[in-house]
């Protein structure tokens, strides 16, 4: 058998945290059986479905990696399929049309309610007869098409995730509302748990791994391949991704689309990498860094947790440190140019060894690559402010006599080099009767405005190929 699993996202929003990491297992799930992974969009909901969601969607899965074999495939382009199914079950005699009206239905939940009942439809339409279908149809009424669902049947699977799980039909709601209303004639739009199946039969599925949300749309599903008589796949549902504090994931925690955590700096494979972690860990639950292929080799829904998986920006900040910090600096050269740009600094006005040079000085404090924005200023932008700390350095005693003596050093200097610098260094020291550390301090703080940084020296260099050191010491 071929391992056949899909992502099914739908195009109401942007690509969700929650839906790129059910991707991500699907994705790890298919290449560590050789199985093949499949993109469908599941448009149906034309209101609220949208062209650039879509976009937004494929660019994101694309962005991390997460290639697929098939598709993308567009519900929206197969209703045909979805009503043939839904004619077979009308003519196998387990669906029916329901005519109830809003009103009616609201009236009974408004009766179960009152009654401390758990809301459900009752089948009051499951056995109207020739007479009292004219009869609604003569007042107007339109049918929406409904699927019988047994309260006495029980519903079992073993789930990847999760062990034996099992409903009773009786919790299901009563017979589920497969195709909106039309008319008896002429169908109207099938809907979600119907078009599902329709759709993984179709497409052979034989792993359905999606998030725990939708486990009480499985056993509906295993209702309907049934009464299609197809081979009921696997399912697993993966636990939910919570907020950092264990609740349900809300906006105000800031996780949400992949292209913003893209626009807040993180890389598409430690996003990933970290992705991976939300529920699942490695046979080595020690290792935490992995590309996804590595942990495709790896990948088993036995290591896949029920319990909700807590979101952690601090770990996926050290994830994404650490692809920063080992990444080759050509590479990032390049990426931190395009940080540099959008931030506006002119990049032309440098040399390639120079960007390169600057990218190894700050790539050891980066965690996410905008950091290079704000650290980089000073090296873009000749005009300096200095913080509180750094002009309180250099309002120390014997500070402006150091700088004023390195300034001039500086000028006698021709060939400014790292031993250069170190010497000019030692010759204040020992001219002035000062430590080292207040010179190094001072040189700091005038040449970035800061008392803190990265390796000075290398700091100054830059600073000195653009000529801004000595207006700084100044
Ligand atoms: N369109 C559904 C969603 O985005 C997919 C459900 C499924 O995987 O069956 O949640």
């Known amino acids: 058998m071929t391992v056949r699993v899909r992502i099914a996202p739908s195009p109401t ?60 495939f567009f519900q929206s382009e197969r209703m045909d399929l979805y009503r043939q199914a839904v004619q077979t079950l009308l003519d196998k005699g387990l669906a029916y ?62 789930d990847l995730v999760r062990g034996q799980v099992t409903w009773q039909g009786k919790d299901l709601g009563g017979d589920m509302v497969i195709a909106r209303a039309a008319s008896s004639t002429e169908m109207g739009q099938p809907l979600y748990n119907l078009v599902v199946v329709v759709d993984d039969i179709d497409m052979a599925i034989t792993h359905v791994i999606r998030g725990e949300d939708h486990i009480g749309n499985t056993p509906k599903q295993i209702l309907l391949y049934e009464a299609l008589g197809k081979k009921i796949p696997e399912f697993g549902h993966t636990p939910l991704i919570l907020s950092p504090a264990g609740k349900k994931l809300s906006k105000r925690d800031g996780v949400t689309s992949i292209s913003e955590f893209q626009e807040m700096g993180f890389m598409a ?147 400014f080099t790292a031993e250069a610098a170190k010497d000019l260094i030692s010759q204040a020291v020992k001219q002035h009767g000062v430590k080292k550390g207040l010179v190094m301090r001072s040189l700091r703080a005038a040449l970035t405005g800061e008392v803190h940084g990265p390796d000075l020296i290398e700091t100054w260099l830059l600073l000195h190929q653009r000529g801004w050191d000595q207006t700084r010491l100044a």
């Not at 297992?25 to 909901?45: K, P, S």
């Not at 529920?279 to 990948?299: I, N, R, Y």
């Open 13 to 72: 929003g942007n690509l969700h945290i929650g839906t790129a990491r059910t991707a991500v297992f699907n994705w790890l799930f298919a290449r560590h059986h050789q199985g093949q992974f499949i993109l469908r969009v599941e448009d149906t909901d034309l209101e609220r479905s949208r062209p650039e969601y879509t976009q937004n969607i494929v660019d994101g899965l694309t962005w991390l990696g997460l290639t697929w074999d098939e598709g993308p």
């Open 269 to 415: 494979p430690a996003l990933v990498n970290y992705m991976t972690l939300l529920g699942w860990s490695p046979t080595d639950s020690t290792k935490e860094l992995f590309s996804l292929a590595e942990a495709a080799q790896d990948f088993e829904m036995q290591r896949v947790t029920k319990a909700g998986a807590k979101f952690d920006w601090d770990k996926l900040d050290w994830i994404n440190s650490q692809y920063l910090h080992t990444m080759p600096i050509p590479e990032l050269t390049d990426r931190l140019t395009t940080v540099w740009q959008a931030a506006g600094y002119d990049t032309q006005a440098v040399s390639q060894p120079w960007l390169a040079q600057l990218t190894t000085l700050l790539a050891p404090s980066l965690t996410r690559l905008k950091d290079a924005a704000e650290q980089a200023q000073v090296f873009f932008t000749p005009d300096l402010t200095r913080n509180e700390e750094a002009s309180a350095q250099l309002q120390q005693a014997n500070v402006p006599e150091v700088l004023a003596f390195i300034a001039q050093q500086l000028q006698q200097t021709s060939d």
């Open 97 to 158: 049309h329901c005519y109830a009206t809003p009103a009616e239905l609201d009236a009974m939940r408004a009766a179960q309610e009152a009654n401390n009942e758990a809301p459900r439809y009752d089948n009051r339409h499951r056995n109207l007869t020739p007479d009292q279908k004219a009869a609604f149809e003569a007042e107007g009424r339109k049918p929406v098409v409904r699927f019988r669902i047994e309260d006495d049947r029980v519903i079992s699977w073993t």
